[in-house]
């Protein structure tokens, strides 16, 4: 149910002026009441013997009760004009703040997003919540930029294969003297940029779910998943001879197990593609304080300290090779800053100076035992 909606065309200045005339009024009324009406019976008499300059003889009359009551009821008369009139002043006065809230609101509302109140003084309710209004139009003004930059970027990395496999066509339906080896090759290359593309609209998902935020909250065990994840992802460490390491102690949390394991998924897979040969990758697990932390060490290039916040934003490559099917989308790191701020985790980066990276992620405690939640499924993938 919703409470009653106001008068149409009656503005809160007119209301409060109206509510404010009113009390004046009613005050009026319960002092006349008071003070007045127990004078009706009573009559003012002098003793008639009194000696003085003026002696009355007899019983005299002061005002009388309909003369009192008249002038009251005047009084109040000229008290209700009196009243509105102030009360519309007064109103104007500290509704001024709204009235600027709502005219920056509806100009900002209309595209001017790097607007903002900026009420100042005095401070009061009206000021507090000019300030709240102005982080969350800051706070948007950000997302939204962040989502221009991330259509853009997208739209252009979505282009590029695209452009490929209709290339790819275009030359070998060109050639008359393809042949059913030429023409079976440029398949092969058709289903390799298809399989490239699918790819990266896979982890556009995982990115666009990892941002939504947690809908289910288990209890899980970092060291259960990272040592699954170890397990996926020894074969390819085999294959570019980097050596896994691991410390897996017991570290319980709460969050979403395919959240979280996408998130260690793409720490692991970052460790391994942008590392060396001979190099090294070392996950660990603990019970930190009030949490539970994970860190992922490896080797490889010397990473610039004033590039480690760039690495997290989408579509952002340190080195980029030349065939981006073989150096991932630029979205791994990125989903894993959504995810851990997805579960108002904390992540820390440093980059040592023999190069590589160390990347730790500390979660809480789960605050009570685990309650089910609907299941939901989600896309994981390690760009």
Known sequence: MTGPRPLPGRSLRTRLALFYAA???LAGVVVLAVVTLPLVGIQSTVPAHRPGPSTITGTGHGIGPHQ??????????????????????VAGRFLAPLRAITATARAISAGNLHQRLGLGEPADELTELGGILDDLFARLQASFDAHRHFVANAS??????????????????AD???DAGTLRSACEDALALGGHQERLVQALLALA?????????????????????????????????????EDLTPAVTTGDPRLVESLVANLVENAIRHNHPDGHVRI????????????????????????????????????????????????????????????????TTSAPPEGGLAITVRFAHPPHPHSPHQREEHAELTP
Do not use: C, M
Not at 68 to 89: E, K, M, N, Q
Not at 288 to 299: F, H, M, P, V
């Open 209 to 245: 779910t990892s941002e939504r935020g947690v809908t289910r909250r288990d209890t899980l065990d970092l060291a259960h998943i990272a040592r699954r994840v170890l397990t996926s992802r020894l074969d390819r460490a085999t294959e570019k001879g980097i050596d896994l390491a």
């Open 23 to 25: 009390g004046v009024f």
């Open 156 to 173: 252009h990395e979505l282009r590029t294969p695209l452009a490929g496999l209709r290339t790819l066509l275009e030359v070998a339906l």
């Open 284 to 347: 660990t697990t603990r019970t930190s304080g009030t949490g539970a932390a994970l860190t992922i060490t490896n080797s490889g290039p010397v990473v610039p300290g004033d590039q480690l916040e760039r690495l997290f934003q989408p579509f952002q490559r340190l080195v980029p090779d030349r065939d981006s099917r073989h150096d991932g989308y630029g979205l791994g790191l990125a989903i894993v800053n959504a995810v851990t701020r997805a579960h108002h985790a904390t992540l």
């Open 68 to 89: 009192l009551l008249t002038g009251s009821a005047v009084a109040l008369a000229v008290l209700v004009p009196v009243a509105l009139v102030t009360g519309w002043f």
């Open 176 to 178: 008359p003297d393809a």
